[in-house]
């Protein structure tokens, strides 16, 4: 007699297989797929079905019945609560080898590729302290004011970070002392955290950079007011009490409603005016709101890898897409007859060009605009090689059908996203072959991973 289909508020018993991407562990009950939050592979689970959908059940866990041999006691105390990992109490080689099905399910179920290899995840060097970045948020106002980190499933609230271990450095000390001096200019000057309810208040976000060397750079991301920035300086005198590697406060401001931690416009409010870190030897210098991996050690890795696959000779000629503030250029650009780097970003084109300038690369040059029409531009060499490093949204197709009218040799096409990834190399397929797949991780406890691919012409 077939099993009773499965019923919203129903209580099951389920054994967890697999981890999918997204972080949700995944069982199969009466034959049906059934996604659980925060389950590890291995366990066996007493979960309550929430949702049906036709294909799949998502189930809310109740209690553990039997451990995960990979289980772990997680390092941080606010691990049960925090949105801001996935998997902390999941041994380290666990994460790398769910990082890796993660990407062979993409290829396989988004690009049609599972014939693609996929190699085995590469490691960061370290799982903790090892974020060069990090965004807090604020809300509240008064002594209910609050600086922090969203609790897991919640976009809205937040809750005060006493400790954050994805840092070196003594993070929750610094949090403590940017708070308390919110606080008070709160009680002072009613300048609350930004509501995005009412489009009302002031503080928004605290965006902290640490490099290797220990210096410390912070945004303060703020609604724009006439107080504004001596409110600013003065949160950096707190902040600078507690924080002796602190070398830069930034203030930016930011009138759209959107919660998003980047401003519309910055201005110095005590210090540099550009942030530095060294990675892989090279010495870079960028804007305060520049993209820059948030794991430089790791980022190590994945230069060194697309470094490998791009296999240079110093005769090539080498296209960077979404280059940024020139990393992977400057990084490739000794071993390259000549690089050509494309970036959308009117300030990052000018990081990179200053970079290269100070770093005496003479066959660099980097070109503002949109991908798909800069590509066309006039009197471009053809490439060699051609490097992509897009947004989480990968690649237009015009994009694709330029990079397989342009017929480079090689591609290298790195993604923070497997399933945008895998979309891209299927429609590249029709003129390149998958060679290598190689996953790397830049962020320890969390579902995402980096990605590296090779392709070759056919």
């Known amino acids: 007699m077939p099993a009773a289909p499965l019923a919203a508020g129903q209580r099951i018993a389920c054994a967890v297989e697999r981890l999918a991407y997204g972080g949700r562990g995944v069982a199969r009950v009466d034959g049906m797929a059934v996604f659980l939050d925060h389950a590890l592979p291995g366990q066996k689970v007493e979960a309550v079905i929430e949702r049906l959908k036709p294909r799949h059940a998502e189930a809310r866990v109740e209690r553990v019945l039997a451990p995960s041999a990979d289980e772990v006691a997680p390092f941080c105390p606010h691990f049960s609560v925090c949105g801001g990992c996935d998997f902390q109490d999941l041994a380290y080689e666990a994460q790398l080898a769910a990082k890796k099905s993660f990407v062979a ?91 995005p309810s009412k489009n009302a208040g002031f503080w928004r976000f605290l965006v902290l950079r640490r490099n290797l060397a220990g210096e410390v750079m912070a945004v303060v991301v703020t609604s724009p007011h006439a107080e504004g920035l001596a409110a600013v300086r003065a949160l950096a005198d707190a902040l600078g009490s507690a924080c002796p590697g602190l070398v830069s406060v930034v203030h930016g401001t930011r ?30 210098e960028f804007s305060p709101e520049a993209f820059f991996q948030t794991n430089t050690l790791a980022a190590e890795r994945l230069f060194a890898q697309v470094a490998s696959f791009a296999a240079l000779t110093g005769a090539e000629t080498l296209f960077d897409c979404c280059c940024g503030i020139g990393a992977m250029a400057l990084a490739l650009a000794p071993s390259a007859k000549q690089v050509v780097g494309f970036e959308v970003s009117r300030e990052a084109v000018g990081d990179a060009g200053a970079n290269a300038k100070r770093l005496g690369c003479r066959n660099c040059r980097f070109i503002p605009g949109d991908l798909a029409k800069t590509l066309l531009a006039p009197g471009l060499p053809r490439p060699d090689v051609v490097v992509t490093d897009p947004p989480r949204a990968g690649l237009d197709q015009a994009v694709t059908t330029r990079l397989i009218d342009l017929a480079p040799d090689r591609i290298v096409a790195v993604s923070c996203d497997p399933a945008t990834l895998a979309r891209d190399l299927s429609r590249l397929s029709l003129a390149y072959r998958v060679q290598a797949v190689q996953p790397v991780d830049l962020f320890p406890h969390s579902h995402h991973v980096e990605t590296v691919a090779l392709l070759v012409r056919r």
């Open 105 to 195: 399910e993409a290829l396989a179920r988004v690009g049609n590729l599972a014939d693609a290899p996929v190699l085995d995840t590469l490691a960061s060097p370290r799982a903790q302290g090892f974020r060069n970045k990090m965004e807090f948020a604020f809300s509240g106002r008064g002594e209910e004011l609050h600086l922090g980190l969203h609790p897991r499933g919640e976009g809205k609230a937040v809750f005060d970070v006493a400790e954050c271990r994805l840092m070196d450095g003594e993070v929750g000390a610094w949090l403590a002392a940017a708070r308390e001096a919110a606080r008070e200019l709160s009680r002072s000057h009613g300048l609350a955290a930004f509501d």
């Open 255 to 284: 009138r759209a409603r959107s919660q998003v931690a980047q401003s519309e416009q910055t201005a110095v409010a005590w210090g540099r005016a550009r942030f530095s870190e060294t990675c892989g030897g090279v010495d870079y």
